[in-house]
Every structure is written in structure tokens, then in C-alpha cells.
């Protein structure tokens, strides 16, 4: 089955900045509505945000909203999650998905498996 691969992540400072990135191999991204969650320690995994086909309707969460921005490239079959602003209630492991229904409630993972997800850690 088709698995997303999740980059981008490290160590950042707060208010720092950071961009991840979401592809999948063998598996056209552009074809799909494609979110972003992130699952803290302790925590359920959360939804972030998602774009929509190709019209980039997107949807954030409140948390992130103003601060995070999501995109796609479809000629480089990959998504990205712009985050500026960083805090570090921000801390976790980030995932991609496909996903579906309005702002994205519905995980797709008959489509596409979780990767392993990328750390990103903001601390000073």
C-alpha cells in the first residue's frame, strides 16, 4: 500500500520557522484533498490543517490558523505545511493524510498509510 513520507521537521526556537513537506510515491497527490496532523506526547493526534483538490481550499485549525499555511506543488507531487510563528504547544510529530469532507474530517487511510511522521520540536 502507498505510504506518505513526511520531512522537514527539527529543532526550532520559538517564533521560529519551519516547512514541511508530504510525498507519496507511486501515488498522485494532486488527485486527492490532503491534510496535515500532528500528535503531541500524551495526546491524541489532532487535525492541522488540509487543502482541497485543485480549487486549494484549505481549512485550519484554530490553534495554528494565521500562522500555518498549506500548499501544494503538484508537478513535485508534494505538499507542504509552512510554519512560521512557532510555539511550543507546536511540539510533535506531524503526519500527512488523504482526507475528505468538508474542513477534512475523514482519514483516507485505505488510500494511503501514516509514514512515520516528522519531529518537529520548538524549544529555546
Known amino acids: 500500500q502507498v505510504q506518505f513520507v513526511e520531512s522537514g521537521g527539527g529543532l526550532v526556537q520559538p517564533e521560529g520557522s519551519l516547512r514541511l513537506s508530504c510525498a507519496a510515491s507511486?501515488?498522485?497527490?494532486?488527485?486527492?484533498?490532503i491534510g496535515w496532523f500532528r500528535q503531541a506526547p500524551g495526546k491524541e493526534r489532532e487535525r492541522v490543517s488540509c487543502?482541497?483538490?485543485?480549487?486549494?481550499?484549505?481549512y485550519y485549525a484554530d490553534s495554528v490558523k494565521d500562522r500555518f499555511t498549506i500548499s501544494r506543488d503538484n508537478a513535485k507531487n508534494t505538499v507542504y505545511l509552512q510554519m512560521n510563528g512557532l510555539k511550543p504547544e507546536d511540539t510533535a510529530v506531524y503526519y500527512c493524510?488523504?482526507?475528505?469532507?468538508?474542513?477534512?474530517?475523514?482519514?483516507?487511510?485505505?488510500?494511503?498509510?501514516w509514514g512515520q511522521g516528522t519531529q518537529v520540536t520548538v524549544a529555546s
Open positions: 493524510a488523504v482526507v475528505q469532507g468538508p474542513n477534512c474530517p475523514i482519514i483516507r487511510t485505505d488510500l494511503a498509510s
Open positions: 507511486g501515488f498522485t497527490l494532486g488527485s486527492y484533498d
Open positions: 487543502i482541497r483538490d485543485n480549487a486549494g481550499r484549505t
